[in-house]
């Protein structure tokens, strides 16, 4: 079998991660080459900052937080 080194090099690989207590984890994630991604993008930053603008205890809440953080200036 021409791919039993490649195979092989890839359980090797597993094996130490998991030997450093890591283990694999698959994620799904949206992608990125769909014609209507960048508008769902859009829409939900809208959506986001409207949110945000709609909250004002919020954002006294953050302005004091980082007023509080060294080095912070608006």
Do not use: Y
């Amino acid at each position: 079998m021409a791919n039993t080194p490649v195979n092989a090099r890839v359980q090797k690989h597993r094996d130490a991660r998991r030997r450093a207590g890591l283990r694999p984890v698959q994620i799904w994630v949206p992608d990125t080459r769909r014609p209507d991604f960048a508008e769902e993008c859009r829409r939900q930053s809208r959506l986001a900052a409207e949110a945000d603008m709609a909250d004002t205890d919020m954002q006294h809440f953050m302005d004091e937080a980082l007023a509080d953080v060294d080095g912070w200036t608006e």
